[in-house]
Structures are given as structure tokens and as C-alpha cells.
Nanobody
């Protein structure tokens, strides 16, 4: 059984920063990608950032240049540094561990709320 535990969400003013963390435990295969996804109220889920076990990254267009994903492989932890936050970044952020390119075939955390006030 794989478990993902997210932390670091909260309320921040526009222009501020937050750092999300996600620790994975259980039977984890090293080939898995880890990523952050978000879903705002009334909107579809979108990919924020993904990082492979080898360190390759991909970002959603709306966060490029503002967010940075990183990964601590020995500790099975992924981070999302979010800078210059905007009100439209408000959403529930989910951590996922999945085969590269197949998020719906992986494991998901419970989500953490990020709220950016204007």
C-alpha cells in the first residue's frame, strides 16, 4: 500500500510564496514520476508540475517561471516551491506518484488547500 502525505498549504497574499511537500511511503518503484496537480472550485483538474525519477521536469503553462518542482529520491519526497502566487492559483493541490505519463494509474494524496488572496 502506498501512502502520500502532503503538507504546506495555506493562505497567502498575492505575490507571496508557499512550499508544498509530499512524502511517499510503501511499495514504491523507482521508475515512478511524482507530480503536483490542482483543481480549483468548478474547474477541471490540471497538471501543475511533474518530475521523473531521473529529474526531468514539466510544468503547466500557467506556472512556468513561478513554480519549481524538486525531488528527494532517497526520502521519496517531492516539493513544490510556489513563488509570485496569484489569486488564480487558488485550488486544492494534490500530490501523485504514477508511471510517467499516466497520472490516473498512480497513487494520490488527500490534497492540500492553497488560497491566494488579492
Amino acid at each position: 500500500q502506498v501512502q502520500l502525505v502532503e503538507s504546506g498549504g495555506g493562505l497567502v497574499q498575492a505575490g507571496g510564496s508557499l512550499r508544498l511537500s509530499c512524502a511517499a511511503s510503501g511499495s514504491i518503484f523507482s521508475i515512478n514520476a511524482m507530480g503536483w496537480y490542482r483543481q480549483a472550485l468548478g474547474k477541471q483538474r490540471e497538471s501543475v508540475a511533474v518530475i521523473t525519477n531521473g529529474g526531468m521536469t514539466a510544468y503547466g503553462d500557467s506556472v512556468k517561471g513561478r513554480f519549481t518542482i524538486s525531488r528527494d529520491n532517497p526520502n521519496n519526497t517531492v516539493y513544490l516551491q510556489m513563488n509570485t502566487l496569484k489569486p488564480e492559483d487558488t485550488a486544492v493541490y494534490y500530490c501523485a506518484l504514477h508511471p510517467p505519463g499516466w497520472p490516473d494509474r498512480g497513487y494520490w494524496g488527500q490534497g492540500t488547500q492553497v488560497t491566494v488572496s488579492s
